[in-house]
């Protein structure tokens, strides 16, 4: 989890994920979905002793994910015999307009985005609790 650029390893809701850099601010990866879109993303900061990177979107692409513009944060923390992972988002609608459709207004983007991050969280606590 902690290479920025492989999240497609843990994360089954995206079918392919490639990195450009490592894991410095302003390194990139692309995110390719089962439906073939893709997404941009930028590493604004990383913290390997804190288990934590920030990001944000580069390029819209509402057929990947609902949303114009978003900034995300994974975090890893220690919680009694465990770990807690966190990911949390900031995000705007798909169509920032008045009267959006409905597959891009608020409701849209906020259940895609829960959805994805559903998604990853669940199969890498599998992964998790296979490898112990």
């Known amino acids: 989890m902690k290479d920025f650029g492989a ?3 843990w994360n089954p809701a995206i079918a392919k994920s490639e990195a450009q850099g ?3 601010p302003g390194d990139k990866r692309t ?3 089962p439906n073939g879109e ?3 993303e930028e590493l604004d900061f990383y ?3 804190t288990y934590e990177y920030d990001y944000r979107l580069g390029q819209p692409n509402v057929k990947a ?3 114009s513009s978003y900034s995300a944060v994974l975090k890893l923390t220690p919680a ?3 770990t807690k992972a966190e990911w949390k988002s900031r ?3 798909g169509d920032t307009g008045n009267f959006p459709p409905d597959d891009l207004n608020d409701e849209a983007a906020v259940n895609a985005m829960q959805a994805f991050f559903k998604t990853g969280l669940q199969n890498l606590k599998q992964i998790v609790e296979a490898s112990q």
């Open 7 to 9: 999240v497609a390893q």
């Open 47 to 49: 913290d390997e002793k």
């Open 91 to 93: 995000l705007y609608r």
């Open 80 to 82: 009694g015999q465990g």
């Open 38 to 40: 893709q997404l941009v």
């Open 65 to 67: 994910l609902p949303a």
């Open 31 to 33: 995110l390719i979905f």
């Open 22 to 24: 490592g894991n410095k």
